[in-house]
Structure formats: C-alpha cells, structure tokens
C-alpha cells in the first residue's frame, strides 16, 4: 500500500517523453529529417529554426537509440525530482548549441543529435542534485566532477569514447556537449537556484 | 433473311480478339524486366526534359552523396509489349548499400574528392526530381550527387523482342535471346545547384542462358544476381576512366566549369553520446533507484 502510494507520487515525466517522442518521429520520417536539420546554408539562408530542431535529427540508427536512451534516463531522473524548468533548458540548451556550432565551427555543415541536450540535463540534475542532503548529493557531486573532466579531456584533446566510432558517417562534435553544460548551468543559475524544490531534502 | 455476312463478322471480331489476346499473352510472358530510371525520376511527366543548367561552381574539395534511383517496378515500353515483372533476384538494400560502397571507394581515389556520403533509398521519392535532390542537398550536405540506375531484361522466349535501355543520353538497343539476362547499371554523375550533369558511367553485361525448362526460374535468378554483379564491375572500371577523363576536362575548359577551393571540413557532424556519459547516466540511474528502495 505504501509502495504504491509512493510510486503513484512521482510524477510523470511529460516533457522527456515528448521530447523522446518527437526525436523518433523525426527519425522515422526523412522528410521531417531534412525539414529540421542544422544546415549550415539553409540557416544563412533564413531558415532559422534548424538552429534549435538540428537537435532533433539523428544521422544514423545507433546515433538515435544512444541519444534517446540517455535522454530518457536523464529527463526522466530531472521530471521525477521536480527540478524545474525543464522544457525551458531543453530549448535554451538546444538552441545555444545550434547558435555555437554556427558561430564557432563554420566546417560542420550539417549536425544533428540530442547529446548536448542530454549533457545540459545531467548537468542540471547533478548541479540541483548537490544542493540536497544525504546521499544523492554525494553521488551527484561525484557525477559532475566526472563530468566536468570528461568534458575537459574531450576539449583538451579532442579524444572521446564515442560508441560505434570509426562506423558512423559523421565526427562526433563534442563543442556540442560543453555548450550543453554551460546552458545548464547558466539556467540554474538565473532560474534562481536558491528557490527551494518542493522536494528538497529528499530522494 | 441473310446472316451470314454479320456472323462472319462476329467470328472475324472474335478470332480477331481471340488471336490479339494469344499474342499479347505470348508477348506479355516473353521477358521479365526490372528496371529504374534517372530519366523518370529527374523529369517527371516531361516528354523531352528540356535542361538548362547553369555554370557549375565546384566547390573542392568536393561532398559527393550516392544514391540508388528509386522505383524498380516492372514497365512498359511505347510502342512494345508489356514486360512481366522480373521474378529473379532481387537488389536488396544491402546490395544497393554494398555496390555504393564499392562506388565510394573508387571516388575516394580523387584527390578533388572529400566527403562521400552514401544515402539510403528511403532518402529519395520516386519521380521526386531536383526537389528531391535539394532535400539530400540539405540532409547530407552534398554539392554533387551520383545517381545509380539499374535495367536487367531477361528474355525467355527466342528472339521476340529487342530491348531498349533507355539512359539519360539516349537509348541503347540490344537483341534478345532465349533466356538472355542483359543489365545495365548507369552512374549520373550531377552538381545539384547547377542542375548539370557532370559525367555518366554506364556498365552493361550479358550472361548467356543455359536453363533447361526444368530448373528455369533457379537458374533466372542465379544469371540475375550474375548479371548485376558483372554489370557492377563494368560500371565502376567505366568511372575509373570517366573521373580522370572529367579532372581533365575541367581544368581545360575553364568557361564550363568554376572551381573554389573551400577549407577542409568535416562536413558532418553529430551529437553523439559516449561510453563515460552512459557510465555516469547509468550510476545516476541506480544510485536513485538504490536511495529511493532504502526510503
């Protein structure tokens, strides 16, 4: 009885799902692909909101399932901890990332992925993680130093674990990962990170 | 009253569609065809496709993109009979994937080459014309685009019919023989923006029929696939020399083609998600799940 009054307290992560769930659309139907990819001609050319949907677009099936697995795993965690002011990270992150890849790397000519906006949702869990007590913000100040290195290490010498290298068609981007976490915490920060969850203090 | 003449006529009208019915019949089953079209798909509903390209701008080095035309249904040709639809093999997706494949490779050898991206069929809608090849323009990020079109004939009667390969320049016409497998596999070469065709590798063969009636639809689809695969080789020894004989014309004539060249890039680029994001993903992941069973 308990059990179930507590799993019925958690709520449903509405935003992750529907994010998950456009990403799969978009990849089923290739008309949509090319309606919505980052390109870099066709955004010079006025097309303005590949910038944000470019995010949406997966170039390869492993690209897709990687990105929304881990998009589920993060949105979900962030939903279900009533972090705040996820759509709006979703769509600031997104659109940064689109704004960077535009300004700083005129080679990439067409991009497409969920990976920054997955690392802005680990980066804002783990940052609203670290404010609360007990284990959790151990494990999550834990997570953010990895982080933290991972994303510094990929900077620094251009190397990362990506899954199925050497067989995707395109190079991993991994400015994309670092504009993510900087999106996030720009958010956490301006959104007010001392307003308290209403579940601060628990897992 | 005298009914003869209108009898004989009925029987006439008869015999007549009896006979035209047999003769269509023996016609229809004379030979299988399977077939795609870079002239169907580049100028649908157009009767004589009238091209004015413009002065293409080559931007080195180059993203080219490979592409299967879509179709490959059964079709009939003005002026002939039906052709039944090829009950042989096949070209998979794989296979299509695996001939661009060998495609690539050979146009990696160009030093004016960068990128090469190969695009999957459901990438391109039949009869979708230069609005389609804008969209992989768009997709994949490609400048110039080679198109693969494919026509195989097997004739299972002796001699009826001659075939006609229809091509973007022309037709070539063969004669037909009993159990004949004739492919044709043609590789247009073309600059999107400009909407000009840059140069064309045909690769045509001939596998012999030697089926008895007895193993007569295995042996079809063995001399098929034979027949694609030899119709392969030809088509990528023709673009060997087609790649170099297309170098040099663009260096020597210079009205016809602009060249400019572009930094290096990547061209393209994804988010993709690597093994340490997972592994911290995943640790989250437990870690909640272990914290919330403890209360």
Redesign the interface.
């Known amino acids: 009885m308990a059990a179930s009054a507590?799993l019925s307290a958690i709520p449903v992560p509405i935003w992750t799902l529907l994010l998950c769930g456009v990403a799969a659309s978009v990849f089923s139907l290739?008309?949509a692909?090319?309606a919505l990819?980052y390109?870099?001609?066709?955004i010079a050319d006025g097309e303005l909101w590949r910038l944000v949907t470019g995010?949406l677009v997966?170039?390869?099936t492993p690209?897709f399932l990687?990105?929304v697995t881990?998009l589920l795993?993060?949105g979900a965690?962030v939903e279900?901890h009533r972090y705040r002011h996820f759509a709006t990270l979703c769509l600031v992150s997104g659109a940064l990332?689109g704004v960077t890849?535009y300004v700083a790397?005129?080679?990439?000519?067409?991009?497409?992925?969920?990976?920054?906006v997955?690392?802005a949702a680990?980066t804002y869990?783990?940052l609203h993680g670290v404010q609360q007590g007990?284990?959790?913000k151990w494990?999550?100040l834990l997570?953010l130093a990895?982080?933290v290195t991972?994303l510094g290490v990929?900077m620094a010498f251009g190397f990362?674990?990506?899954?199925?290298a050497g067989t995707?068609?395109?190079?991993?981007?991994p400015v994309?990962?670092v504009t993510g976490a900087v999106a996030a915490l720009l958010l956490f920060v301006l959104a007010g990170w001392r307003v308290p969850c209403p579940n601060r203090g628990s897992? | 009253m005298n009914h003869k003449p209108t009898n004989l006529r009925r029987g006439g009208t008869v015999c007549l569609l009896l006979g035209s019915l047999l003769l269509a019949g023996c016609l229809a089953t004379t030979s299988a065809r399977n077939s795609t079209s870079v002239v169907d798909y580049l100028y649908p509903n157009v009767r004589e496709p009238v091209v004015s390209p413009s002065i293409p701008v080559l931007k080195l080095p180059a993203r080219v993109g490979i592409a299967f035309v879509p179709g490959g249904d059964s079709r009939s040709v003005a002026g002939r009979a039906p052709f039944r639809p090829s009950q042989g093999f096949v070209l998979t997706e794989a296979k299509k994937i695996a001939v661009m494949q060998d495609v690539a490779n050979h146009f990696r050898k160009v030093s004016f080459v960068g990128n090469i991206e190969i695009i999957p069929s459901a990438y391109l809608s039949p009869r979708g014309s230069f609005a389609n090849l804008d969209q992989l323009r768009t997709m994949y990020g490609v400048d110039v685009i080679v198109l693969v079109s494919y026509d195989q004939t097997q004739f299972t009667d002796e001699g009826l019919l001659s075939l006609a390969y229809w091509t973007i320049v022309g037709a070539y016409i063969v004669k037909g023989q009993k159990n004949d497998t004739h492919t044709m596999l043609d590789a247009v070469v073309y600059d999107i923006p400009s909407r000009k065709m840059l140069f064309r590798a045909p690769g045509i063969s001939l596998v012999k029929g030697s089926a008895t009636l007895v193993n007569l639809s295995e042996q079809l689809r063995v001399d098929s696939e034979a027949g694609f695969n030899k119709a392969t080789a030809a088509m990528i020894a023709n673009l060997d020399g087609e790649l170099v004989t297309f170098q040099e014309k663009v260096k020597q004539r210079p009205e016809e083609y602009r060249v400019v060249r572009t930094s290096s890039g990547s061209g393209r680029g994804g988010g993709m998600l690597d093994l340490v994001t997972l592994a911290l993903l995943a640790v989250l992941g437990g870690g909640y799940l272990w914290l919330r069973r403890r209360g």
């Open positions: 507590r290739p008309l692909q090319t990819v390109n870099r001609a066709a995010n997966h170039l390869s690209h990687y990105d881990a795993v993060a965690l279900m990332i890849l790397m005129p080679e990439i000519v067409v991009f497409g992925g969920l990976s920054g997955v690392t680990v869990l783990c007990g284990a959790w494990l999550c997570m990895g982080l991972k990929e990362s674990l990506t899954l199925g995707q068609t395109f190079v991993p981007v994309s990962h897992t």
